[in-house]
């Protein structure tokens, strides 16, 4: 193998608990693919995790930070390692112990840092017979409604079988992001102030959900059925197989970011279809507009993070009120059309990109009864 045992289980763990990258995904499927020993290795790795003890130490992990310090401890254990040695009995226990290493940390490391993470309001799962969930918090959550059945792990909801007319609807706050495992086992990855709309189960000859917000995209190859995304403004989004990014913030300028595969966008005017690396922007009344796109920036609120190149401060503030739920108010015009290059963090308070955004881009702020305006 080209890559070590101890990156493939960390890629493997990752991938267990559904917080694995988009592009480590991909890599992770291909090794598996083509290589019998990490097809093994795999199998082994479900195994010890699904069962016993190994499931346990699972559901415990619940915050991505968590998951950081997990991490962590495999790059410890990886730069102690002789990577000579693959067999596959030695990697699962190099990985059960990186776990177990975790959860013995101090009781400080697992604190997160409140004013920047800690949820005003809940993810709600809403069911077309009226019934409404809390999906927040941790642990694991049998959840049925009518003949409609759906598991949650505080972090994904699996779809596991229904009646084909029933739809949910999935909202996700602001300061917050969820998984949704649909039943043809398409992934979404739900962004802060997203919502989705999708049906118990798929039959017929097409597989259709609604998205606003924004959302990454893998969906589930099937050849005979059609993955249609309706997005605001009456555009959607036709693929057979593929991953790729929706942000439908504005609904008048609904962007698709085109990762692997193919997808054709459709207006009530037009069908234009993508390559990998090219992302389409509707606008209302506008012919469709594509362009190269920047996949470390578009995909970059998946690990946790916003990248800004030259954005506008007004941009800016619409994320901050997205992802802090903070109210935002900006109290002179000129200063909206200023710009800014950095990061946001999630894991990060608010006060740290604040202070970064006032030494670059000649820009003051001040909060007042809780709201935040820039001057």
């Known amino acids: 193998m080209d890559h070590t045992a101890e990156e493939i289980k960390s890629l493997m763990i990752d991938k267990l608990d559904n917080h694995i990258d988009p592009e480590d995904e991909l890599l992770l499927q291909r090794l598996i693919s083509e290589q019998e ?165 798929f039959t017929g ?47 008048a300028a609904v962007k698709v970011a085109l990762v692997e595969g193919s997808v054709n966008m459709r207006t009530s005017t037009q069908t234009v279809g993508l390559k990998p690396g090219y992302q389409a922007r509707v606008t209302a009344g506008a012919p469709v507009q594509v362009a190269v796109f920047d996949e470390r920036q578009v995909l970059s609120w998946m690990k946790g993070q916003y990248i800004f190149y030259n954005t506008p401060v007004h941009e800016i503030a619409l994320t901050l009120q997205r992802w802090y739920d903070v109210q935002v108010v900006i109290d002179n015009p000129a200063v909206g059309k200023k710009c800014f290059t950095g990061v946001i963090n999630k894991q990060k308070k608010l006060q740290d990109f604040l202070d970064n955004l006032i030494s670059t881009a000649e820009v003051s702020y001040y909060f007042q009864e809780g709201v935040l305006h820039f001057k």
Not at 47 to 68: C, H, I, N, P, Y
Not at 103 to 117: G, R
Not at 213 to 219: M, R, T
Not at 240 to 245: D, K, P, R, V, W
Request: net charge neutral; aromatic share 6%; no cysteine.
């Open 37 to 201: 020993d990490v097809q093994l290795m795999w199998e082994e790795m479900q195994q010890l995790f699904s069962v016993g003890k190994g499931k346990v130490m699972m559901e415990k992990l619940d915050t991505r930070e968590e998951w950081a310090n997990l991490n962590n401890e495999l790059k410890k254990t990886r730069r102690k390692k002789i990577t000579r040695y693959i067999g596959i009995a030695a990697g699962i226990a190099a990985a059960a112990t990186a776990v177990l290493l975790y959860l013995k940390l101090p009781e400080a490391t697992h604190q997160k840092s409140i004013a920047a993470t800690a949820p005003a309001k809940a993810i709600l799962l809403k069911i077309d017979d009226g019934k409404e969930i809390d999906l927040t918090g941790s642990g694991s959550q049998a959840i049925v409604a009518g003949d409609a059945r759906f598991h949650n792990n505080g972090k994904v909801l699996t779809l596991q079988g229904g009646a084909s007319n029933q739809w949910s609807t999935i909202s996700v706050p602001t300061g917050m992001d969820y998984q949704v495992k649909l039943s043809d086992s398409s992934v979404l990855w739900l962004n802060a102030a997203t919502t989705a709309h999708f049906p118990v189960n």
């Open 205 to 251: 000859n097409t597989r259709e959900i609604e998205i606003r917000g924004e959302a990454y995209l893998q969906v589930a190859k099937d050849a005979s059925r059609p993955f249609i995304v309706h997005l605001p403004g009456g555009a959607a989004i036709e693929v057979l197989g593929t991953a790729f990014n929706i942000n439908s913030y504005d609904p």
